[in-house]
């Protein structure tokens, strides 16, 4: 049922080395109204949130187009959402027949789909669902499963610790992102009944806007001051959130004591995994994803469209949208040498001085 025709792998076997900057963001060769020569457009919400957009998503994504020869242009709106439509503006005048979107809301995305849509241009919903868009694809990870892994993944972390009935406080990810609804469902379907049972007990809880690391601190650190110090475990719901949690237990001598979640396995994580102050992240093959989608938005510029064998129920429009959802993986400090190992981190920017030893322990050598 999860997994699609589509065939993923194919893009990122043809990536060769040494690649020029053909198809980069110089864009005006490409005069809009001419033969209409296939060009995707792509917008990143921001760098900020997580180091993903810029360090692995706009890799992988430039990768496969330029394994297709295909033209193309990334552009990031930096959590700014009239910056977002601007950037869009510009893309459909600038003649793309393709645009993929990580929207930082549903109200902007939905605005930019439907612009692009009464231009002719083909549209995909990357890593987040537009509610109530437009999208032609939607192409992501299992969102709800993210989610599960971490309330197990968080579980498992409060066990080995043997803490009884501990507090577990939740830093969810930004309102407006429907991953972060997605996720809060996977985390709450292992804990709510946990709670619901007396076996664990539910702290303070709060959403962190456009999941700023900075803000999420301040709200982590409300919620330590709050509970008096009595919080037994941390549901972040990225490693970037995690991080914000972390600073504020070293803050309190408490990093370490208290387990930590996250998600996108980024070198921060990953490291503070193997100094044990994180408790677990979860690993999203983003090369899969960007190849994924850059074959579908490729069909799309040249005016194709494939089959993915599988959709996603828009719950606002009750819309079906044709899917790719891919399947993430729990990492904890033994398997840490597995995203090594597929290459997402090097060792060179995971074990630096501090952490060197602790990766000789973990096996990544
Ligand atoms: C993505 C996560 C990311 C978060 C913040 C979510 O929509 O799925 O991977 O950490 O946004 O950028």
Same mark, same amino acid.
């Given at each position: 049922?999860?997994?699609?025709?589509?065939?993923?792998?194919?893009?990122?076997?043809? &990536?060769?080395?040494?690649?020029?900057?053909?198809?980069?963001?110089?864009?005006?060769?490409?005069? %809009?109204?001419?033969?209409?020569?296939?060009?995707?457009?792509?917008?990143?919400?921001?760098?900020?949130?997580?180091?993903?957009?810029?360090?692995?998503?706009?890799?992988?994504?430039?990768? #496969?187009?330029? #394994?297709?020869?295909?033209?193309?242009?990334? =552009?990031?709106?930096?959590?700014? *959402?009239?910056?977002?439509?601007?950037?869009?503006? =510009?893309?459909?005048?600038?003649?793309?027949?393709?645009?993929?979107?990580?929207?930082?809301?549903?109200?902007?995305?939905?605005?930019?789909?439907?612009? #692009?849509?009464?231009?002719?241009? #083909?549209?995909?919903?990357?890593?987040?669902?537009?509610?109530?868009?437009?999208?032609?694809?939607?192409? @992501?990870?299992?969102?709800? &499963?993210?989610?599960?892994?971490?309330?197990?993944?968080? @579980?498992?972390?409060?066990?080995?610790?043997?803490?009884?009935?501990?507090?577990?406080? +939740?830093?969810?990810?930004?309102?407006?992102?429907?991953?972060?609804?997605?996720?809060?469902?996977?985390?709450?379907? &292992?804990?709510?009944? $946990?709670?619901?049972?007396?076996? +664990?007990?539910?702290?303070?809880?709060?959403?962190?806007?456009?999941?700023?690391?900075?803000?999420?601190?301040?709200?982590?650190? =409300?919620?330590?001051?709050?509970?008096?110090?009595?919080?037994?475990?941390?549901? %972040?719901?990225?490693?970037?959130?995690?991080?914000?949690?972390? @600073?504020?237990?070293?803050?309190?001598?408490?990093?370490?004591?208290?387990?930590?979640?996250?998600?996108?396995?980024?070198?921060?994580?990953?490291?503070?995994?193997?100094?044990?102050?994180?408790?677990?992240? &979860?690993?999203?093959?983003?090369?899969?994803?960007?190849?994924?989608?850059?074959?579908?938005?490729?069909?799309?510029?040249?005016?194709?469209? $494939?089959?993915?064998?599988?959709?996603? $129920?828009?719950?606002?429009?009750?819309?079906?949208?044709? @899917?790719?959802?891919?399947?993430? *993986?729990?990492?904890?400090?033994?398997?840490?040498?597995?995203?090594?190992?597929?290459?997402?981190?090097?060792?060179?920017?995971?074990?630096?001085?501090? +952490?060197? *030893?602790?990766?000789?322990?973990?096996?990544?050598?």
């Amino acid at each position: 049922m999860r997994r699609g025709i589509l065939t993923i792998a194919t893009v990122g076997l043809l &990536v060769t080395g040494g690649v020029t900057a053909c198809g980069d963001d110089s864009g005006s060769d490409n005069d %809009a109204g001419s033969d209409k020569k296939p060009k995707i457009g792509v917008i990143l919400p921001d760098s900020k949130s997580s180091g993903r957009w810029e360090n692995a998503d706009r890799k992988f994504l430039e990768a #496969a187009f330029k #394994a297709a020869g295909v033209d193309y242009k990334i =552009q990031n709106a930096q959590d700014d *959402k009239s910056q977002f439509q601007t950037i869009a503006d =510009q893309m459909i005048t600038d003649g793309v027949t393709a645009l993929m979107i990580v929207n930082l809301d549903s109200g902007t995305g939905k605005a930019v789909l439907e612009r #692009a849509k009464s231009q002719g241009v #083909a549209t995909i919903d990357y890593d987040r669902l537009t509610l109530g868009g437009s999208a032609e694809y939607y192409v @992501s990870f299992d969102n709800e &499963v993210v989610g599960k892994l971490q309330g197990e993944g968080l @579980s498992k972390c409060l066990t080995d610790k043997g803490v009884q009935k501990p507090v577990v406080a +939740y830093l969810n990810g930004s309102p407006t992102d429907n991953n972060a609804t997605l996720f809060k469902n996977g985390y709450d379907s &292992v804990l709510k009944p $946990k709670f619901d049972s007396g076996e +664990y007990v539910k702290g303070p809880e709060q959403s962190v806007p456009a999941w700023d690391n900075a803000q999420g601190a301040t709200l982590f650190e =409300q919620m330590l001051t709050q509970t008096g110090g009595k919080i037994d475990g941390v549901l %972040a719901a990225n490693d970037g959130l995690g991080n914000a949690a972390i @600073s504020v237990l070293k803050k309190n001598k408490l990093n370490g004591k208290v387990p930590v979640t996250g998600q996108d396995a980024d070198v921060q994580g990953l490291q503070n995994i193997l100094a044990g102050d994180q408790c677990m992240t &979860v690993y999203k093959a983003i090369k899969q994803e960007a190849d994924a989608a850059a074959e579908l938005a490729i069909g799309l510029a040249k005016g194709e469209r $494939k089959e993915t064998g599988q959709t996603v $129920k828009d719950p606002e429009s009750g819309r079906d949208v044709p @899917s790719v959802l891919l399947t993430p *993986k729990l990492i904890f400090k033994e398997n840490v040498k597995d995203v090594v190992a597929d290459g997402f981190v090097t060792k060179e920017a995971l074990c630096t001085a501090e +952490y060197a *030893k602790l990766c000789a322990e973990a096996g990544i050598s």
